[in-house]
Protein backbone atom coordinates (compact mmCIF):
# COMPACT_ATOMS: atom_id res chain seq x y z
CA UNK A 1 0.00 0.00 0.00
CA UNK A 2 1.32 3.40 -0.77
CA UNK A 3 0.55 6.63 1.40
CA UNK A 4 1.35 9.78 1.08
CA UNK A 5 1.80 11.81 4.38
CA UNK A 6 1.04 15.44 4.04
CA UNK A 7 3.04 17.95 6.34
CA UNK A 8 4.54 21.58 6.71
CA UNK A 9 8.22 22.83 6.64
CA UNK A 10 8.42 22.82 10.46
CA UNK A 11 7.55 19.30 11.33
CA UNK A 12 8.87 17.79 8.20
CA UNK A 13 12.26 16.02 9.76
CA UNK A 14 9.84 14.86 12.33
CA UNK A 15 7.11 13.43 10.12
CA UNK A 16 9.76 11.87 7.93
CA UNK A 17 11.28 9.75 11.07
CA UNK A 18 7.44 8.77 11.69
CA UNK A 19 7.20 7.68 8.21
CA UNK A 20 10.21 5.75 8.49
CA UNK A 21 8.66 3.92 11.44
CA UNK A 22 5.06 3.49 10.02
CA UNK A 23 6.78 1.53 6.72
CA UNK A 24 8.61 -0.84 9.55
CA UNK A 25 6.14 -1.60 11.19
CA UNK A 26 3.54 -1.77 8.29
CA UNK A 27 5.10 -2.38 5.60
CA UNK A 28 3.66 0.81 3.62
CA UNK A 29 5.48 2.57 1.17
CA UNK A 30 5.74 5.47 2.88
CA UNK A 31 6.47 9.09 1.65
CA UNK A 32 6.15 12.64 2.71
CA UNK A 33 4.97 15.78 0.77
CA UNK A 34 5.69 19.35 2.26
CA UNK A 35 3.95 22.52 1.76
CA UNK A 36 5.14 25.24 1.51
CA UNK A 37 3.68 26.38 4.64
CA UNK A 38 5.02 26.37 8.00
CA UNK A 39 2.16 24.68 9.86
CA UNK A 40 0.10 22.52 7.98
CA UNK A 41 -2.78 23.15 10.02
CA UNK A 42 -2.63 25.88 8.61
CA UNK A 43 -3.78 24.60 4.90
CA UNK A 44 -7.45 24.16 4.00
CA UNK A 45 -8.62 21.29 2.37
CA UNK A 46 -8.65 23.38 -0.90
CA UNK A 47 -5.16 24.53 -1.15
CA UNK A 48 -3.77 20.99 -0.13
CA UNK A 49 -5.65 19.62 -2.85
CA UNK A 50 -4.75 22.39 -5.42
CA UNK A 51 -1.01 21.98 -4.35
CA UNK A 52 -0.97 18.42 -5.05
CA UNK A 53 -2.44 18.64 -8.14
CA UNK A 54 -0.03 21.28 -8.92
CA UNK A 55 2.71 19.27 -7.92
CA UNK A 56 1.42 15.83 -10.45
CA UNK A 57 0.88 13.64 -7.17
CA UNK A 58 -0.68 10.41 -8.27
CA UNK A 59 -0.13 6.59 -7.82
CA UNK A 60 -1.13 6.28 -4.33
CA UNK A 61 -3.60 4.27 -2.23
CA UNK A 62 -4.22 7.00 0.51
CA UNK A 63 -3.50 10.46 1.07
CA UNK A 64 -3.17 11.17 5.08
CA UNK A 65 -3.46 14.98 6.12
CA UNK A 66 -2.85 16.44 9.32
CA UNK A 67 -5.76 16.05 11.81
CA UNK A 68 -5.97 19.53 12.12
CA UNK A 69 -6.34 20.80 8.51
CA UNK A 70 -9.44 22.91 7.97
CA UNK A 71 -12.62 21.60 5.68
CA UNK A 72 -13.19 18.08 4.70
CA UNK A 73 -10.36 15.94 3.27
CA UNK A 74 -13.14 14.45 0.84
CA UNK A 75 -12.50 17.28 -0.97
CA UNK A 76 -8.44 16.36 -1.56
CA UNK A 77 -10.26 13.05 -2.46
CA UNK A 78 -12.81 14.31 -4.77
CA UNK A 79 -10.56 16.61 -6.77
CA UNK A 80 -7.56 14.32 -6.92
CA UNK A 81 -8.65 10.94 -7.14
CA UNK A 82 -7.25 9.67 -4.47
CA UNK A 83 -8.52 8.61 -1.48
CA UNK A 84 -8.29 11.15 1.80
CA UNK A 85 -8.63 11.12 5.06
CA UNK A 86 -7.26 13.13 8.23
CA UNK A 87 -4.35 11.73 10.46
CA UNK A 88 -3.88 12.65 13.97
CA UNK A 89 -3.80 16.08 15.39
CA UNK A 90 -0.39 15.21 16.46
CA UNK A 91 2.83 14.55 14.57
CA UNK A 92 4.22 12.42 17.28
CA UNK A 93 1.09 10.08 17.05
CA UNK A 94 1.48 9.37 13.11
CA UNK A 95 3.24 5.53 13.43
CA UNK A 96 1.32 4.13 16.94
CA UNK A 97 -1.91 5.38 15.35
CA UNK A 98 -1.82 4.21 11.41
CA UNK A 99 -0.16 1.19 12.58
CA UNK A 100 -2.93 0.34 15.04
CA UNK A 101 -6.21 1.13 12.77
CA UNK A 102 -6.96 0.36 8.72
CA UNK A 103 -6.15 3.33 6.70
CA UNK A 104 -9.89 2.90 5.35
CA UNK A 105 -11.83 3.45 8.37
CA UNK A 106 -10.21 6.75 9.03
CA UNK A 107 -12.58 9.49 8.62
CA UNK A 108 -11.99 12.65 6.21
CA UNK A 109 -13.23 15.00 8.62
CA UNK A 110 -12.08 13.05 12.15
CA UNK A 111 -8.73 13.27 13.76
CA UNK A 112 -7.24 9.88 13.26
CA UNK A 113 -6.40 10.12 16.84
CA UNK A 114 -10.23 10.60 18.09
CA UNK A 115 -11.39 7.29 15.96
CA UNK A 116 -8.25 5.54 17.88
CA UNK A 117 -9.18 7.12 21.03
CA UNK A 118 -12.66 6.01 20.71
CA UNK A 119 -11.51 2.51 19.23
CA UNK A 120 -9.79 1.82 22.76
CA UNK A 121 -12.24 2.92 24.83
CA UNK A 122 -14.96 0.34 23.23
CA UNK A 123 -12.28 -2.49 23.34
CA UNK A 124 -11.26 -1.49 26.95
CA UNK A 125 -15.26 -1.84 27.86
CA UNK A 126 -15.71 -4.97 26.17
CA UNK A 127 -12.80 -6.28 27.84
CA UNK A 128 -13.71 -5.35 31.51
CA UNK A 129 -17.08 -6.49 30.73
CA UNK A 130 -15.77 -10.22 29.98
CA UNK A 131 -14.15 -10.19 33.54
CA UNK A 132 -17.18 -9.03 34.99
CA UNK A 133 -19.02 -11.91 33.46
CA UNK A 134 -16.34 -14.59 34.22
CA UNK A 135 -16.91 -13.61 37.91
CA UNK A 136 -19.19 -16.17 37.71
CA UNK A 137 -17.23 -18.94 37.27
CA UNK A 138 -14.99 -18.18 40.38
CA UNK A 139 -15.35 -18.61 43.78
CA UNK A 140 -17.31 -15.11 45.57
CA UNK A 141 -19.26 -13.44 47.78
CA UNK A 142 -21.74 -10.42 47.08
CA UNK A 143 -22.19 -7.10 48.96
CA UNK A 144 -25.18 -6.11 47.22
CA UNK A 145 -25.45 -6.57 44.02
CA UNK A 146 -21.48 -6.71 43.27
CA UNK A 147 -19.45 -9.62 43.19
CA UNK A 148 -16.85 -9.87 45.20
CA UNK A 149 -14.28 -12.42 43.70
CA UNK A 150 -11.85 -14.80 45.92
CA UNK A 151 -9.10 -13.81 43.44
CA UNK A 152 -8.59 -10.65 41.47
CA UNK A 153 -9.06 -9.46 38.64
CA UNK A 154 -11.29 -7.34 39.11
CA UNK A 155 -10.58 -5.67 41.74
CA UNK A 156 -13.38 -3.99 43.74
CA UNK A 157 -12.93 -0.67 45.13
CA UNK A 158 -14.48 0.95 48.65
CA UNK A 159 -14.88 4.29 49.16
CA UNK A 160 -15.25 5.70 52.64
CA UNK A 161 -17.27 8.95 53.33
CA UNK A 162 -15.51 9.59 56.93
CA UNK A 163 -17.75 11.66 59.21
CA UNK A 164 -21.11 11.06 57.42
CA UNK A 165 -22.73 13.02 60.05
CA UNK A 166 -21.53 16.09 59.86
CA UNK A 167 -22.72 16.73 55.96
CA UNK A 168 -26.14 17.82 55.23
CA UNK A 169 -28.60 15.75 52.85
CA UNK A 170 -27.72 17.54 50.36
CA UNK A 171 -23.61 17.54 50.11
CA UNK A 172 -23.72 14.10 51.50
CA UNK A 173 -25.61 12.88 48.06
CA UNK A 174 -23.46 15.04 46.23
CA UNK A 175 -20.12 13.35 47.56
CA UNK A 176 -21.80 9.67 46.92
CA UNK A 177 -22.65 10.92 43.36
CA UNK A 178 -18.87 12.65 42.75
CA UNK A 179 -17.47 9.00 44.15
CA UNK A 180 -19.82 6.83 42.17
CA UNK A 181 -18.75 8.65 38.77
CA UNK A 182 -15.13 8.39 40.01
CA UNK A 183 -15.64 4.59 40.02
CA UNK A 184 -16.33 3.15 43.56
CA UNK A 185 -18.13 0.18 43.60
CA UNK A 186 -19.10 0.20 46.95
CA UNK A 187 -19.85 3.28 49.31
CA UNK A 188 -18.67 3.02 53.44
CA UNK A 189 -19.85 5.36 55.83
CA UNK A 190 -18.55 6.37 58.84
CA UNK A 191 -18.80 8.15 61.74
CA UNK A 192 -17.61 9.87 65.02
CA UNK A 193 -15.57 6.75 66.52
CA UNK A 194 -15.96 8.11 70.41
CA UNK A 195 -19.90 8.99 70.14
CA UNK A 196 -21.66 6.28 69.20
CA UNK A 197 -25.01 7.25 67.40
CA UNK A 198 -26.87 4.34 65.92
CA UNK A 199 -29.93 6.50 64.98
CA UNK A 200 -27.82 8.94 63.21
CA UNK A 201 -26.32 5.70 61.19
CA UNK A 202 -29.83 4.30 60.36
CA UNK A 203 -30.92 7.86 59.17
CA UNK A 204 -28.14 8.33 56.65
CA UNK A 205 -27.89 4.50 55.47
CA UNK A 206 -32.12 4.70 54.85
CA UNK A 207 -31.91 7.80 52.86
CA UNK A 208 -28.45 6.45 50.18
CA UNK A 209 -30.53 2.97 49.88
CA UNK A 210 -33.53 4.99 49.05
CA UNK A 211 -32.19 7.06 46.22
CA UNK A 212 -29.11 5.11 45.14
CA UNK A 213 -28.78 1.35 43.89
CA UNK A 214 -25.75 0.90 45.10
CA UNK A 215 -24.27 -1.33 48.04
CA UNK A 216 -23.58 0.38 51.45
CA UNK A 217 -20.93 -0.47 53.96
CA UNK A 218 -21.23 1.21 57.51
CA UNK A 219 -17.54 1.17 58.85
CA UNK A 220 -18.12 1.17 63.16
CA UNK A 221 -16.78 -0.41 65.85
CA UNK A 222 -19.88 0.20 67.92
CA UNK A 223 -22.32 -2.49 68.02
CA UNK A 224 -25.31 -0.44 68.08
CA UNK A 225 -23.93 1.57 65.36
CA UNK A 226 -23.37 -1.60 63.00
CA UNK A 227 -26.83 -3.54 64.52
CA UNK A 228 -28.75 0.08 63.00
CA UNK A 229 -26.84 -0.12 59.83
CA UNK A 230 -28.21 -3.55 59.56
CA UNK A 231 -31.77 -2.98 59.91
CA UNK A 232 -30.95 0.52 57.87
CA UNK A 233 -30.30 -2.10 54.85
CA UNK A 234 -26.29 -1.88 54.69
CA UNK A 235 -24.77 -4.32 51.90
CA UNK A 236 -21.51 -4.64 54.50
CA UNK A 237 -20.32 -4.61 57.98
CA UNK A 238 -16.55 -3.03 58.59
CA UNK A 239 -15.56 -4.39 60.85
CA UNK A 240 -15.86 -7.17 63.63
CA UNK A 241 -12.64 -8.00 66.09
CA UNK A 242 -11.90 -10.15 68.76
CA UNK A 243 -13.32 -8.24 70.85
CA UNK A 244 -16.54 -7.62 69.36
CA UNK A 245 -17.66 -10.70 67.63
CA UNK A 246 -18.59 -12.25 70.53
CA UNK A 247 -21.61 -10.03 70.35
CA UNK A 248 -22.26 -8.44 67.19
CA UNK A 249 -25.94 -8.66 66.21
CA UNK A 250 -27.36 -11.58 63.86
CA UNK A 251 -25.85 -10.71 60.41
CA UNK A 252 -28.18 -11.55 57.44
CA UNK A 253 -26.96 -13.46 54.94
CA UNK A 254 -26.52 -11.44 52.20
CA UNK A 255 -24.20 -8.93 54.41
CA UNK A 256 -20.86 -8.92 53.97
CA UNK A 257 -18.74 -8.73 57.13
CA UNK A 258 -15.24 -7.61 57.34
CA UNK A 259 -12.80 -8.98 59.62
CA UNK A 260 -9.83 -7.40 61.65
CA UNK A 261 -6.82 -9.21 63.39
CA UNK A 262 -7.43 -6.90 66.43
CA UNK A 263 -9.03 -6.31 70.22
CA UNK A 264 -9.35 -3.12 70.37
CA UNK A 265 -11.50 -3.15 73.53
CA UNK A 266 -8.44 -4.29 74.79
CA UNK A 267 -6.49 -2.14 72.67
CA UNK A 268 -4.96 -5.00 70.73
CA UNK A 269 -2.82 -4.76 67.44
CA UNK A 270 -0.54 -7.03 66.65
CA UNK A 271 2.93 -6.23 65.01
CA UNK A 272 3.52 -9.95 63.72
CA UNK A 273 2.19 -11.78 61.33
CA UNK A 274 1.62 -15.41 63.46
CA UNK A 275 -0.41 -12.97 65.97
CA UNK A 276 -2.55 -11.80 63.34
CA UNK A 277 -3.07 -15.35 61.74
CA UNK A 278 -4.09 -16.48 65.19
CA UNK A 279 -7.04 -14.09 66.02
CA UNK A 280 -8.29 -14.50 62.39
CA UNK A 281 -7.92 -18.04 62.36
CA UNK A 282 -10.39 -17.32 66.01
CA UNK A 283 -12.44 -14.74 64.37
CA UNK A 284 -13.54 -17.09 61.51
CA UNK A 285 -14.27 -19.85 63.81
CA UNK A 286 -16.36 -17.51 65.75
CA UNK A 287 -18.01 -16.22 62.65
CA UNK A 288 -18.93 -19.66 61.37
CA UNK A 289 -20.47 -20.40 64.92
CA UNK A 290 -22.67 -17.44 63.92
CA UNK A 291 -23.75 -18.31 60.69
CA UNK A 292 -22.32 -14.96 59.40
CA UNK A 293 -21.28 -16.40 55.27
CA UNK A 294 -20.32 -13.64 53.55
CA UNK A 295 -16.48 -12.67 55.02
CA UNK A 296 -14.15 -10.74 54.17
CA UNK A 297 -10.52 -10.52 55.82
CA UNK A 298 -8.58 -7.00 56.66
CA UNK A 299 -5.12 -8.17 57.65
CA UNK A 300 -4.78 -3.94 58.55
CA UNK A 301 -1.79 -2.45 56.48
CA UNK A 302 -0.27 -0.03 58.67
CA UNK A 303 1.36 3.30 57.85
CA UNK A 304 4.88 3.33 56.36
CA UNK A 305 7.96 2.84 58.34
CA UNK A 306 6.51 3.74 61.78
CA UNK A 307 5.04 1.01 62.25
CA UNK A 308 5.69 -0.04 58.92
CA UNK A 309 3.57 -1.64 56.15
CA UNK A 310 5.02 -5.16 55.80
CA UNK A 311 3.73 -6.85 58.41
CA UNK A 312 -0.04 -6.02 56.42
CA UNK A 313 1.35 -7.46 53.61
CA UNK A 314 3.07 -10.26 54.89
CA UNK A 315 -0.05 -10.97 56.73
CA UNK A 316 -2.07 -10.60 53.55
CA UNK A 317 0.42 -13.03 51.73
CA UNK A 318 -0.01 -16.00 54.19
CA UNK A 319 -4.11 -15.64 54.43
CA UNK A 320 -3.90 -15.39 50.83
CA UNK A 321 -2.03 -19.13 51.15
CA UNK A 322 -4.98 -20.48 53.19
CA UNK A 323 -7.53 -19.59 50.64
CA UNK A 324 -10.24 -18.37 53.68
CA UNK A 325 -12.10 -16.06 51.98
CA UNK A 326 -11.68 -12.61 50.13
CA UNK A 327 -8.94 -9.70 51.30
CA UNK A 328 -9.18 -6.41 51.63
CA UNK A 329 -6.59 -4.01 51.93
CA UNK A 330 -6.45 -0.30 52.92
CA UNK A 331 -4.55 2.04 50.83
CA UNK A 332 -5.29 5.38 52.88
CA UNK A 333 -3.15 4.36 55.32
CA UNK A 334 -0.49 4.68 53.32
CA UNK A 335 -1.41 7.73 51.02
CA UNK A 336 -2.61 9.47 53.91
CA UNK A 337 0.98 8.95 55.85
CA UNK A 338 3.67 9.65 52.59
CA UNK A 339 4.52 12.96 51.33
CA UNK A 340 4.01 11.46 47.91
CA UNK A 341 1.63 12.35 45.05
CA UNK A 342 -1.73 10.07 46.03
CA UNK A 343 -1.47 9.21 42.31
CA UNK A 344 1.46 7.12 42.38
CA UNK A 345 0.71 5.68 45.73
CA UNK A 346 -2.21 4.45 44.90
CA UNK A 347 -1.33 3.15 41.74
CA UNK A 348 1.51 1.00 43.01
CA UNK A 349 -0.88 -0.04 45.78
CA UNK A 350 -2.85 -1.10 43.96
CA UNK A 351 -0.49 -3.05 41.56
CA UNK A 352 0.83 -4.60 44.85
CA UNK A 353 -2.78 -5.87 45.95
CA UNK A 354 -2.86 -7.72 42.48
CA UNK A 355 0.18 -9.29 43.17
CA UNK A 356 -1.02 -10.82 46.31
CA UNK A 357 -4.21 -11.74 45.23
CA UNK A 358 -6.28 -8.98 47.06
CA UNK A 359 -9.91 -8.59 45.96
CA UNK A 360 -10.59 -4.80 47.73
CA UNK A 361 -9.04 -1.71 47.87
CA UNK A 362 -10.99 0.35 50.53
CA UNK A 363 -10.50 4.41 49.96
CA UNK A 364 -10.27 7.25 51.87
CA UNK A 365 -10.13 10.93 50.27
CA UNK A 366 -9.86 12.74 54.17
CA UNK A 367 -7.04 14.97 53.34
CA UNK A 368 -6.67 17.59 50.60
CA UNK A 369 -3.60 15.87 49.33
CA UNK A 370 -5.49 12.51 48.98
CA UNK A 371 -8.77 14.24 47.15
CA UNK A 372 -9.10 11.82 43.90
CA UNK A 373 -7.79 8.85 45.20
CA UNK A 374 -11.46 6.88 44.63
CA UNK A 375 -10.55 8.02 41.21
CA UNK A 376 -6.61 6.99 40.85
CA UNK A 377 -7.63 3.72 42.66
CA UNK A 378 -10.41 2.72 39.91
CA UNK A 379 -8.27 3.72 36.99
CA UNK A 380 -5.29 1.30 38.29
CA UNK A 381 -7.68 -1.37 38.79
CA UNK A 382 -8.75 -1.49 35.29
CA UNK A 383 -5.18 -1.11 33.93
CA UNK A 384 -4.31 -4.18 35.95
CA UNK A 385 -7.09 -6.05 34.85
CA UNK A 386 -6.23 -5.48 31.39
CA UNK A 387 -2.35 -5.85 31.51
CA UNK A 388 -3.58 -9.21 33.27
CA UNK A 389 -6.07 -9.98 30.21
CA UNK A 390 -3.30 -9.22 27.97
CA UNK A 391 -0.39 -10.79 29.41
CA UNK A 392 1.42 -7.51 29.71
CA UNK A 393 3.21 -4.75 32.10
CA UNK A 394 0.54 -2.13 33.10
CA UNK A 395 1.54 0.33 30.30
CA UNK A 396 0.07 1.04 26.51
CA UNK A 397 -3.30 -0.04 27.46
CA UNK A 398 -5.19 3.03 26.43
CA UNK A 399 -5.79 4.08 29.95
CA UNK A 400 -2.97 5.76 32.41
CA UNK A 401 -2.48 7.76 35.14
CA UNK A 402 -0.24 9.86 33.88
CA UNK A 403 -0.85 13.60 35.15
CA UNK A 404 1.99 15.82 35.28
CA UNK A 405 3.79 13.52 33.07
CA UNK A 406 3.57 11.98 29.80
CA UNK A 407 4.94 9.19 27.26
CA UNK A 408 5.03 11.51 24.11
CA UNK A 409 6.96 15.00 23.65
CA UNK A 410 4.48 16.62 21.41
CA UNK A 411 6.15 19.92 21.24
CA UNK A 412 7.04 21.40 17.60
CA UNK A 413 10.09 22.98 17.77
CA UNK A 414 9.71 26.55 16.16
CA UNK A 415 12.69 27.79 13.75
CA UNK A 416 13.91 30.27 14.15
CA UNK A 417 17.16 30.91 11.72
CA UNK A 418 17.57 34.37 10.66
CA UNK A 419 15.49 35.75 12.75
CA UNK A 420 16.07 38.49 15.51
CA UNK A 421 15.85 37.72 19.11
CA UNK A 422 15.38 39.34 21.90
CA UNK A 423 15.37 38.21 25.28
CA UNK A 424 13.22 39.13 28.12
CA UNK A 425 13.96 38.46 31.86
CA UNK A 426 11.19 41.14 33.35
CA UNK A 427 7.28 41.06 33.88
CA UNK A 428 5.37 43.31 34.14
CA UNK A 429 6.14 44.82 37.55
CA UNK A 430 3.80 47.49 39.72
CA UNK A 431 2.11 48.18 35.78
CA UNK A 432 -0.15 51.18 35.99
CA UNK A 433 -3.95 50.48 37.43
CA UNK A 434 -6.23 50.24 34.23
CA UNK A 435 -9.10 52.80 34.03
CA UNK A 436 -10.69 50.87 32.81
CA UNK A 437 -10.91 48.53 36.30
CA UNK A 438 -9.30 45.50 37.95
CA UNK A 439 -10.36 41.48 39.02
CA UNK A 440 -9.98 39.28 41.53
CA UNK A 441 -9.47 35.89 40.29
CA UNK A 442 -10.81 32.84 42.51
CA UNK A 443 -12.00 28.96 42.03
CA UNK A 444 -15.48 27.21 43.27
CA UNK A 445 -13.87 24.15 43.81
CA UNK A 446 -16.77 22.02 44.56
CA UNK A 447 -18.29 23.71 41.22
CA UNK A 448 -15.18 23.51 39.17
CA UNK A 449 -15.31 27.16 38.07
CA UNK A 450 -13.20 29.78 37.62
CA UNK A 451 -14.66 33.19 39.09
CA UNK A 452 -13.05 36.57 38.14
CA UNK A 453 -14.76 39.58 40.37
CA UNK A 454 -14.53 42.93 38.29
CA UNK A 455 -14.74 46.20 39.76
CA UNK A 456 -14.56 49.05 37.98
CA UNK A 457 -16.35 52.14 35.67
CA UNK A 458 -18.96 49.27 34.76
CA UNK A 459 -19.88 48.64 38.12
CA UNK A 460 -19.44 45.19 40.10
CA UNK A 461 -19.45 42.16 37.58
CA UNK A 462 -19.13 38.57 38.88
CA UNK A 463 -18.14 36.15 35.89
CA UNK A 464 -18.02 32.63 36.08
CA UNK A 465 -16.41 29.54 33.52
CA UNK A 466 -15.05 26.29 33.53
CA UNK A 467 -11.93 27.33 31.20
CA UNK A 468 -10.01 30.45 31.53
CA UNK A 469 -11.18 31.01 27.50
CA UNK A 470 -13.96 30.77 28.48
CA UNK A 471 -13.42 34.09 31.02
CA UNK A 472 -11.34 35.71 29.49
CA UNK A 473 -13.78 35.85 26.03
CA UNK A 474 -17.08 37.04 28.22
CA UNK A 475 -13.91 40.13 30.14
CA UNK A 476 -13.53 41.35 26.05
CA UNK A 477 -17.23 40.87 25.21
CA UNK A 478 -18.21 43.13 28.06
CA UNK A 479 -15.12 45.50 27.50
CA UNK A 480 -13.93 45.15 30.80
CA UNK A 481 -9.78 45.73 29.51
CA UNK A 482 -8.73 48.58 28.23
CA UNK A 483 -4.69 47.88 28.36
CA UNK A 484 -2.62 45.26 27.17
CA UNK A 485 -0.52 44.54 29.98
CA UNK A 486 -3.49 44.28 32.50
CA UNK A 487 -4.97 41.74 29.69
CA UNK A 488 -1.93 39.57 29.33
CA UNK A 489 -1.47 39.35 33.23
CA UNK A 490 -5.53 38.55 33.82
CA UNK A 491 -5.04 35.72 30.92
CA UNK A 492 -1.97 34.41 33.08
CA UNK A 493 -3.95 34.31 36.29
CA UNK A 494 -7.23 32.56 34.69
CA UNK A 495 -4.71 29.83 33.00
CA UNK A 496 -3.08 29.50 36.59
CA UNK A 497 -6.77 28.91 38.03
CA UNK A 498 -7.67 26.33 35.40
CA UNK A 499 -4.51 24.00 36.32
CA UNK A 500 -5.23 24.63 40.02
CA UNK A 501 -8.92 22.80 39.54
CA UNK A 502 -7.52 20.32 37.08
CA UNK A 503 -4.45 19.42 39.28
CA UNK A 504 -6.90 20.32 42.70
CA UNK A 505 -3.95 22.27 43.89
CA UNK A 506 -4.23 25.77 45.71
CA UNK A 507 -4.82 28.98 43.69
CA UNK A 508 -3.27 32.17 45.03
CA UNK A 509 -3.49 35.49 42.58
CA UNK A 510 -0.09 37.03 42.20
CA UNK A 511 1.77 33.82 43.40
CA UNK A 512 3.36 32.00 41.22
CA UNK A 513 2.03 28.42 40.46
CA UNK A 514 3.74 25.56 43.17
CA UNK A 515 4.94 22.48 40.30
Avoid at 50 to 64: F, H, P, Q
Avoid at 129 to 135: A, G, Q
Avoid at 177 to 205: C, H, L, Q, W
Avoid at 370 to 379: F, L, Q
Wanted: hydrophobic residues 45%.
Amino acid sequence: MRILLVTGTIAEGYVRREAELLSKLTGYKVDVFTLHLPVAALASADYIAETLLRAGVKDYDAIIVPGLTRGSASIISRKTGIFCVKGPRHFADISKILSSIKIENLSSDVPADLIYEGNVVDEISQALLVVERSISDKNFIMAGRVKIPFDPPPIRVLSEITEAHIYNKEKLIQEIIKRVEAGADIISVGFDANNPMPDTVYSIIRLIKENYDIPIAIDSMSLAEIKAGINAGADMVLNLDAGTIDDAPEIPSNVAVVLIPTNMQENIVPRNVRERIQIINYLISKAREKRIENVIIDPIIDPPINPGLLTGIETAIELKKLRISPIMMGVSNVTEMIDVDSVGVNALMTILAYEIGISVLLVVEKSHKSKGSTREVSIASKMVTLAHIRKTYPKDLGINLLILKEKTDKTVPINTNGLTEVFSENGFGHSKLDPQGFFKIGIDRNRGLIIAVYQGRKGSIVIKGATAEAVAKKIIDLGLISQLDHAAYVGMELQKAEIALRLNKSYVQDESFPL
